[in-house]
């Protein structure tokens, strides 16, 4: 009997080490399950960030609402008839998107400028335009 209980003892520390120690033990079991989780959280985060980059995708393909907002707050563009306000925070300022150049037009040689006349009183003078 004694040599049936120390053979049960010896096997049940055996397991144990096993248990404890060996491949896969419960420390690296509790490592991976954190593991798991934290690829979980990173997955839905993309999962997220991909459908809102779809949407995004989307709204250029099909509308303008996109496309003019990027041109208004990349590009600094206004519509026509529109008056841009801007409000600048002393405190946080932000750089103002550079201009874009514009393309130098080659000058041609200068022709001798007609002489001066006095308009005529029967010609309609231009009309003035409001700024």
């Known amino acids: 009997?004694?040599?049936?209980?120390?053979?049960?003892?010896?096997?049940?520390?055996?397991?144990?080490?096993?248990?404890?120690?060996?491949?896969?033990?419960?420390l690296e079991m509790r490592r991976l399950q954190e593991r798991i989780g934290e690829l979980a959280e990173e997955g839905e985060k993309r999962r997220q960030?991909?459908?809102?980059?779809?949407?995004?995708?989307?709204?250029?393909?099909?509308?303008t609402d996109a496309i003019e907002e990027r041109a208004r707050r990349d590009l600094g563009m206004i519509k026509e008839g529109e008056t841009l306000v801007q409000i600048i925070d002393a405190a946080h300022p932000t750089p103002s998107p550079a201009p874009t150049p514009r393309p130098q037009k080659t000058r041609k040689p200068a022709a001798p400028a007609p002489a001066a006349t006095a308009p005529k009183t029967d010609e309609a003078k231009p009309p003035e335009h409001e700024h």
């Open 1 to 26: 009997m004694r040599k049936l209980i120390a053979f049960l003892l010896v096997l049940i520390a055996l397991l144990q080490y096993r248990l404890w120690f060996g491949d896969g033990n419960l």
């Open 49 to 63: 960030r991909n459908a809102a980059l779809e949407a995004e995708v989307l709204d250029l393909k099909q509308g």
